[in-house]
């Protein structure tokens, strides 16, 4: 098992940038496929970022590609989500998640462990 701990989220200026931050706890991190995942009030919680187990694969959705980038430091056991040139339509709680599975790994049922997610406000 693993456990995982966001940090780092906060309120930002429209066109700004924040990092949020996970780190886990427990099994052996890098045998896990790590991904980002964001829920809006009244939505569903939406894909938002995924790193293989290495960190030499990424995936992103496509409202945040080009903007969003996603890194892991195996050694630090920590995955990180920087974002630029936030809008007022990234305002989300956002969650850290990892899993085992070589599922649909843009589907939050493939993953099996999250965090407790941190709140990203995008004001104008």
């Known amino acids: 098992q693993v456990q995982l701990v966001e940090s780092g989220g906060g309120l930002v200026q429209t066109g700004g940038s924040l990092r949020v931050s996970c780190v886990a706890s427990?099994?052996?991190?890098?045998?896990?496929?790590m991904g980002w995942f964001r829920q809006a009030p009244g939505k569903e919680r939406e894909f938002v970022a995924t790193i293989s187990r290495s960190g030499g694969s990424t995936l992103y959705a496509d409202s945040v590609k080009g903007r969003f980038t996603i890194s892991r430091d195996n050694g630090k056991k920590t995955v990180d989500l920087y974002m630029n040139i936030l809008k007022s339509e990234d305002t989300a709680v956002y969650y850290c998640a990892a899993t085992q599975q070589f599922g649909k790994i843009q589907v939050a049922e493939t993953y099996d462990y999250w965090g407790q997610g941190t709140q990203v406000t995008v004001s104008s």
């Open positions: 427990g099994d052996t991190f890098s045998s896990y496929r």
